[in-house]
């Protein structure tokens, strides 16, 4: 089983930073989604195993960065700018392969635990 560790979840205020990181245990496509309470899971951004493709979500276009460091087995969503609408818990997703609909969480095959990301205005 693929396990994926995740970190960097925290408290901030409306405009202030957090670093996510998500350790795999291999190269995969990774995709950050987010859940708030009552609603769907959503989709951030997603990154090709080799870290050269990208994609993100319209709401954190400008405001939000995913990169991966292979070496360290490690995907990171840096994350600006922060405003309460980003508050949710975040999880982290892999797969072998890219997905033709990266935004489609039913696409990813492992999952992180998720970490709370909480933003105060």
């Known amino acids: 089983q693929v396990q994926l560790v995740e970190s960097g979840g925290g408290s901030v205020q409306a405009g202030g930073s957090l670093r996510l990181s998500c350790v795999a245990s291999?190269?995969?496509?990774m995709g950050w989604f987010r859940q708030a309470p009552g609603k769907e899971r959503e989709f951030v951004a997603v990154i090709n195993s080799s870290g050269g493709g990208k994609a993100y979500a319209d709401s954190v276009k400008g405001r939000f960065t995913i990169s991966r460091d292979n070496a360290k087995n490690t995907v990171y969503l840096q994350m600006n700018s922060l405003k309460p609408e980003d508050t949710a818990v975040y999880y982290c997703?892999?797969?072998?392969?890219?997905?033709?609909?990266?935004?489609?969480?039913?696409?990813?095959?492992?999952w992180g635990q998720g970490t709370q990301v909480t933003v105060s205005s």
């Open positions: 997703a892999a797969r072998q392969n890219w997905p033709a609909f990266y935004s489609d969480y039913e696409r990813y095959d492992y």
């Open positions: 291999g190269r995969y496509v």
